[in-house]
């Protein structure tokens, strides 16, 4: 890592700076042009996931170029460097072995020198008794009722995943329990989640990684009062358990640290859906299910290890993220998922590559001198369309996008799954081509619209398509090629993808302003005149001196 050159300085980045300005003024359609049959041979596919990237702006060359600056970057030494547990989270000291946790029982994955993957299964061993006793009913709240209702407290990397997970698999979860998440400090957040709910039959699993996060602790409190106001103190342990590297603070809360499911400060909050993070989901779908999620997981990882980086899925989707956003300076990505499960996955991409890759500095400290993490942002498709995609066909910003699909339906209803998957390819089609204005005159378009109704195209894009349909295994897949994704593009951008110390300040800010809004007497404010004045008229609203 130290004494690896930085991305500017590699041969391959200043070969692909000038490929990249003799790319400039090519269109997608004179590059289909000029190689017809490109849509055979920028692809790849491995794990069931065949990757089209042939609507991207690259020609065979670029991509040999992105893959000797992969080389030249080191990404397969950061690739095992992460395996083999060295610290590759610099700027926290730490090392990044989400990989351990879906490494099978036997295989050896060291921390320090230690084997964690006995660790790792420990904990998933108790998951899945504890998941069981919940499940079968074995497990009851303090009135003896069985638990109906899962309430999952936690934020970030401590709700997307959960969430997002308990969505795409909805199909395989238990119909009769219900799942909900509370992560907003807004207490309309858990007033809503809650208020269908009986507390008899409901179990709070409160996640936090480190158990300070204000927003989690909050609700956590709440969730406690609400629940010893119907059923007394002594309930308090059958209705709650925790999931936390912290177990000090987790006894403090008061919540028996039994019934607490660790994990450790090598998994980061971000990738920590398949730990002990995961525990809603797996009292959703099952224990069963959840190691077909974790399988997933891992047949990606290992696709990672095995394949050249030419044909290795997520080194590819790396290299053609800081293509657009670095070389062509496209700099937002809009995932697209075409399956309606799959409705949270952009939030959850979201925090994974913007908290991940939205750094200024390198490894060293230094400013980095290129674009890094893009802005990415998405709806399923085929809602979408009928909401932004006029921008992505006609607006001024070229908008690179990601579509996701499946061979099979979930629900195998009439023709949705072939309107849907024709919904699909027509997008990405209508965004590489458009339509120019010949073809409007040729059919017959009204000479005043023919300029409104122009679509210039050369808008980029890739599509993943799924073999089979969106199964636990399938989502593993999927999670892990995006961790990886990002894993390969943070190598590049030569920044730590793993720290996330830019949403510190904030935190600090709102402690001492949080004092200031609900301290007797007129605060001494000593902000800027504008947040000041906010102060002054919120507490004036509340009827607080001012
Ligand atoms: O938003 C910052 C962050 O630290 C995320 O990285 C993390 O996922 C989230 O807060 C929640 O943290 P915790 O699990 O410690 O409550």
Not at 5 to 21: F, G, M, Q
Not at 95 to 100: E, K, N, R
Request: glycine content about 10%; charged content about 20%.
């Amino acid at each position: 890592m130290s004494g690896t050159p930085a991305l500017d300085e590699l041969p391959a980045y200043a070969a692909l700076r000038e490929h990249a300005a003799a790319l400039r003024g090519l269109t997608l359609a004179d590059l289909f042009d000029a190689d017809p049959a490109r849509g055979g041979t920028l692809r790849a596919q491995a794990a069931g996931i065949y990757l089209d990237y042939a609507k991207q702006r690259v020609t065979p060359e670029t991509v040999e170029l992105l893959v000797r600056l992969a080389e030249e970057a080191g990404v397969p030494e950061r690739i095992e460097a992460m395996f083999a547990g060295e610290r590759i989270n610099v700027s926290e000291d730490r090392a990044v072995l989400h990989v351990a946790l879906r490494a099978p029982r036997g295989e050896r994955i060291e921390s320090d020198g230690e084997d964690v993957v006995p660790q790792v299964h420990e904990v998933l061993d108790r998951m899945a008794a504890f998941s069981e006793r919940v499940r079968s009913g074995a497990w009851t709240g303090a009135t003896g009722r069985p638990i109906r209702n899962v309430v999952n407290i936690g934020i970030g990397g401590s709700h997307l995943g959960p969430e997002m997970a308990t969505l795409a698999l909805a199909s395989f979860t238990r119909r009769d329990m219900r799942l909900r998440f509370v992560s907003n400090v807004d207490g309309s957040d858990f007033a809503e989640k809650t208020q269908d709910l009986d507390p008899a039959e409901t179990l709070f699993v409160i996640v936090s990684k480190t158990f300070t996060t204000l927003e989690t602790l909050t609700n956590a409190g709440t969730a406690r009062d609400w629940v010893v106001a119907a059923l007394g103190e002594g309930a308090v342990a059958r209705h709650f358990v925790a999931v936390s590297t912290n177990a000090e603070r987790v006894g403090a809360f008061g919540i028996d640290t039994e019934n607490m499911f660790g994990f450790w400060d090598w998994v980061g909050g971000r990738y920590s859906m398949d730990s002990a993070v995961g525990l809603s989901v797996m009292l959703a779908i099952g224990p069963e299910g959840f190691g077909e999620l974790l399988g997933g997981f891992r047949a990606m990882d290992e696709h990672l290890r095995g394949a050249p980086l030419a044909e290795n899925l997520p080194v590819l989707l790396g290299l053609l993220s800081v293509w657009n956003t670095t070389l062509l300076g496209l700099r937002t990505v809009a995932v697209l998922p075409y399956a309606a499960e799959l409705s949270r996955f952009a939030a959850y991409l979201q925090q994974l590559e913007m908290e991940s890759n939205g750094k200024h500095v390198m490894l060293d400290g230094t400013p980095v001198r290129w674009a890094t993490g893009p802005v990415l942002w998405g709806e399923p498709g085929t809602n979408g369309q009928h909401a932004f995609y006029q921008l992505m066909h006609q607006g001024t910003e070229v908008v690179p996008a990601e579509f996701i699909g499946f061979t099979e339906p979930l629900h195998p209803l009439g023709r949705h799954h072939d309107l849907l998957m024709a919904n699909m390819f027509a997008q990405a089609e209508a965004l590489a081509f458009g339509r120019d204005e010949v073809a409007l005159r040729a059919a017959g378009s009204d000479e005043a619209q023919v300029a409104h109704r122009v679509c210039l195209g050369d808008r980029p894009s890739s599509t993943i398509l799924v073999d089979g349909t969106l199964t636990p295994a399938a989502l593993g897949k999927l999670v892990a090629l995006y961790e990886h994704r990002v894993l390969t593009e943070g190598v590049l951008w030569g920044i730590d993808s793993f720290d996330q110390w830019g949403v510190e300040l904030g935190k600090v800010l709102a402690g001492t302003l949080a004092d200031e809004i609900e301290g007797d007497g007129a605060p001494d404010l000593a902000h800027d005149s504008s947040t000041n004045e906010l102060v002054r008229r919120y507490r004036a609203a509340r009827g607080r001196t001012v």
